[in-house]
């Protein structure tokens, strides 16, 4: 990962991170990457858990299960039980088709707590192209750009409203990209 990979990926997590409720000690990263995020919350968790197809085995953190695979395929098999304060998805739904993530709303629904949330952060797609261009340059790394399929942000409400319901939204990096704040429905 590069330095403006980092200086991007920071940016992201720091804002997540401000919208966690305090009393909040279990975490799911979908597409936890090396962890970074849930190392962040490691001084504050009970559990840390996540998935990511691409992850390093090696990577290993306390009191917590990191899976390779999607999901939620790779969830159903491993964590059917676990419930979870905070589950995030970084930079990741922009990967996802629509069937994907309509199949995604309901395992993530099961996984909440009551008042657990969904943490989402989506790129405007014309991120995409600077990030092309930033790649080009070798700027960036751009981790799998090619899955990128100029997802639409304003879409994820209503894909995702059969099991959850979006609690707040704004903008951030410059408008750039999106946060999400979902919980589940009663």
Not at 23 to 30: H, K, R, T
Not at 52 to 62: Q, S
Not at 89 to 112: D, G, P, R
Request: net charge neutral; proline share 4%; charged share 25%.
């Amino acid at each position: 990962m590069k330095a403006i990979d980092k200086i991007i990926r920071a940016w992201r997590v720091n804002v997540a991170l401000k919208v966690i409720p305090n009393n909040a000690g279990s975490f799911f990263d979908i597409g936890c990457d090396d962890a970074h995020l849930l190392k962040k919350l490691s001084r504050r968790a009970n559990r840390l858990d996540g998935c990511d197809p691409a992850l390093d085995t090696a990577t290993t953190l306390k009191n917590s299960t990191l899976l390779k695979g999607y999901f939620p395929d790779v969830v159903s098999n491993q964590l059917q039980q676990e419930k979870y304060d905070a589950i995030f998805a970084l930079a990741v739904f922009e990967h996802f088709t629509e069937e994907a993530l309509e199949n995604s709303s309901k395992k993530i629904a099961e996984m909440l707590t009551d008042q657990g949330l969904l943490i989402v952060t989506v790129p405007h797609p014309f991120v995409d192209k600077i990030l092309d261009v930033l790649q080009i340059c070798k700027l960036i790394d751009g981790q799998a750009l090619d899955e990128h399929h100029g997802f639409d942000p304003s879409s994820l409400s209503k894909v995702l409203s059969k099991h959850l319901i979006l609690k707040d939204h704004h903008h951030f990096q410059f408008g750039l990209n999106n946060l999400f704040i979902f919980m589940k429905r009663p």
